[in-house]
């Protein structure tokens, strides 16, 4: 999909006002249609990825770029946003008064302004989007990869690369994370739904990894 816009985009570039405007709506009726809904029953990840056998792939492909386990990278965005693609923080109020929301946080893994704009930087990537699971998930990676290499915790960890990714390196580096009882609570909850995770795409892995038709020994396995 994501290719099909880009060469859609380059094809245009010549051509009159009236057929851009037709086909910017064009295009962002389809990356709405892209939008899919939070799957029914999030503490199963086998049953996620059979509401949405895509997203195995996406977080395989981040597995395989950053290596960062599958299930911890789903365990986050769990927890980041229900698995909901325009995920933000609630809007606060003073009285009558609109204060706007607490940060710039946004889509399936709640990616702030800074660290995303980090993210496309050293990535690169026109069209990636927070509100995109491939894309999230490959954020979460590199996030994670990044605080592996920079603080050495390992990929392994969720509990801790959780903590690092909410307050950030060098807030992490700082221990800001110690005094917040309600952060190091999400953080073993993040931790606990990992294992499980893990536990149960153990189960049904095979079911993912070669279920189209081309996928046979010796190129699935």
């Known amino acids: 999909m994501r290719v099909f816009f880009s060469r859609l985009f380059q094809s245009v570039r010549s051509t009159g006002p009236g057929f851009k405007a037709v086909v910017v709506l064009l295009l962002f009726a389809g990356l709405a249609g892209c939008a899919a809904s939070p799957p029914r029953q999030q503490h ?36 980041e ?49 927070r509100s995109d699971m491939a894309d999230a998930l490959d954020f979460v990676g590199w996030y994670n990869h990044k605080s592996n290499q920079q603080l050495g915790i390992s990929k392994w960890d969720p509990k801790n690369l959780y903590l690092a990714y909410h307050e950030g390196h060098g807030g992490y580096r700082r221990g800001t994370y110690r005094n917040k009882q309600w952060l190091l609570r999400t953080a073993e909850r993040v931790d606990h739904t990992a294992r499980e995770y893990g536990a149960q795409l153990r189960r049904c892995d095979e079911q993912f990894r070669c279920r189209r038709w081309y996928q046979f020994w010796p190129f699935c396995s």
Not at 110 to 128: E, I
């Open 44 to 79: 199963d990840l086998c049953a996620v990825f059979e509401q949405q056998p895509d997203w195995y792939d996406y977080a395989r492909a981040s597995e395989d770029k950053w290596g960062v386990p599958a299930h911890i990278l789903m365990a986050f965005v769990r927890h």
């Open 81 to 129: 946003s229900s698995y909901r693609h325009n995920a933000k923080p609630p809007f606060e109020w003073f009285l009558f008064i609109p204060l706007g929301r607490a940060s710039s946080a946004s889509g399936y893994a709640q990616v702030q302004d800074p660290a995303w704009k980090d993210y496309k930087d050293a990535t690169g990537g026109l069209f990636k989007s």
